[in-house]
């Protein structure tokens, strides 16, 4: 089909042309002065993404999924505790890697579409009197649900049970999307990856860990080779990596933090706020239901659309594509084949939500579910004109 494809998944995101021109240039050599100045100048951007002074960023060729392993291998230890608030596909992901490696997670299960519940954290911690929960795990934007946790009000419960664990925090689908502090909430270690709000291809891991993180990593145990965070701390300062680095994408992470900073993060958060409302506006005038049920808990970078009964969201997915090369997120863990996910999040602006939303609205009233076309768009419309 002519035309740009419609990449509507909660990442990875569409590469603006200047983050792909910018990584179309020729490769350099990684031990040389240039390569140097490169590093120095994506840790220092990503300080500012994160909101971190003192802060350690450290990245790695690897995934969101490896910047889990980080987090943790350099931080605990085999047989070591940890507290893991589990509320979506990712919050699991984030608790089996830690047991993958001999941690016992303690989790808080809590029901797809709700947020961390930060006064049952303080209790389970008060709990732990002997201080033997040595981290609690917590998923900042639950991207198979659409909500985003209150990182802060969790720091507060450790703050209130006096409780020294380590806060450990996926930001993958929040970071440059989703107002994240680093320092003000006292986040041990953030982690993320490029392909979501920093609007690259995948290919990296990229964590914030601040000194008592660092500390604790002198004393882990949990087996650590590629993932050890101490070489790449020492190489970093000479501006060299301890192996073959992502030359290409620090590349595009060089123009990706430039183009942040262009906007400005706040308007960045300001402008996800506005196309995550207007997408929700969209869904409840075509009498859908969000998955997530709390405002205050709603996701600006994706919204998780509940199917009516009868249908099944894995087949719309499929007909979106097929006929409108229209990509859509499908369901995950115990929501498979009853959600799908609309992302927005990124380079993206007003038409490419609308022109989303109006594949969605074809792709459903194709499938036979009973929608008034043009319903959510118009809802959607009113609101970026700010006429509702």
Known sequence: MP?????QIPGPTLVPERIVRAMSQPII???GPRFAALVEACLEGLKGVFKTRNGHVI?????????WEAALV???SPGDRALGVVNGHFSTGFARTAEAYGIEVERIEVEYGAGAPADEV???LRMDSAHQLRAVLLVHNETSTGVTSNVAAVRAALNRAKHPALLLVDAVSSLASIDFRFDEWGVDVALTGPQKGLMLPPGMAILAASEK????GEKARCPRAYWDWRP???RNKRGEYPYTPATMLLFGLEEALRMLNEEGLENVFGRHARLGEACRRAVRALGLALLCRDPTQYSNTLTAVVMPKGFDSDELIRLAYRRLELSLGVGLGAVKGKVF???HLGGVNELDLLGGLAGVEMALAELGVPVTLGAGLGAAQEFLLGRS
Do not use: K, M, Q
């Open 341 to 343: 996910r609309i992302g």
């Open 29 to 31: 050599d990684h031990r």
């Open 3 to 7: 035309g740009r494809p419609f990449l």
């Open 59 to 67: 990245l790695y060729p690897g995934s969101g999924t490896g910047a």
């Open 232 to 234: 790449v701390l020492e």
């Open 122 to 124: 303080e209790r389970r």
């Open 74 to 76: 350099n931080t605990l």
């Open 213 to 216: 993180a660092i500390s604790a």
